[in-house]
């Protein structure tokens, strides 16, 4: 396994994207993941904290919308994410701390489904914001925020923090 670990690290893309230097390498796949994070975690707050009760005025119904978008921010987030991961593959992929992000990001992205089922029956028929969608509201909350913690602690706990000296 290490081996396989150790080809996709010397590959032609994961050594540009370590030590090109150039903007088009780390700088900007850096910046799409950090945008597509923006997009899906931002809009993913914003409707569970709706589903919680924060701004009752905003009709919760027009916001199924925002689904789609934020599919595209998760797609550019792990399409970004692939190649930074393929950058360190021996360091992330045996990481436990890096593990568990991807596990909170597939419980997550199960939540924001379910939520978006659940939000659909109800609302159509003009009835009050189900428990479930609150419970799965929380849940995405502080799932999102177990991913973006493990995410950026890989750089200080994770394999790859002996090589930066970090202790």
Not at 74 to 89: H, Q
Not at 103 to 113: D, E, R, S, V
């Amino acid at each position: 396994m290490m081996d396989v670990l150790r080809a996709i690290e010397a590959s032609g893309v994961s050594v540009w994207v370590r030590e090109s230097g150039s903007i088009w390498s780390y700088p900007t796949i850096i910046f799409f993941h950090s945008a597509g994070l923006a997009i899906i975690v931002g809009l993913s707050t914003a409707i569970d904290l709706r589903v919680l009760g924060v701004a009752r005025g905003l009709p919760v119904a027009p916001m199924d919308r925002l689904f789609p978008i934020m599919w595209v921010g998760f797609w550019v987030n792990a399409i970004s994410g692939l190649f930074l991961t393929m950058a360190d593959a021996p360091a992330m992929l045996t990481s436990r701390l890096f593990l568990f992000k991807i596990a909170m990001i597939g419980l997550a992205l199960i939540t924001m489904t379910s939520l978006r089922r659940a939000l659909r029956l109800p609302l159509a028929h003009g009835e009050g914001m189900p428990l479930a969608a609150r419970a799965m509201a929380m849940a995405s909350l502080l799932l999102w925020t177990a991913a973006i913690a493990a995410g950026r602690l890989t750089a200080y706990f994770g394999p790859g923090a002996e090589v930066k000296g970090i202790q």
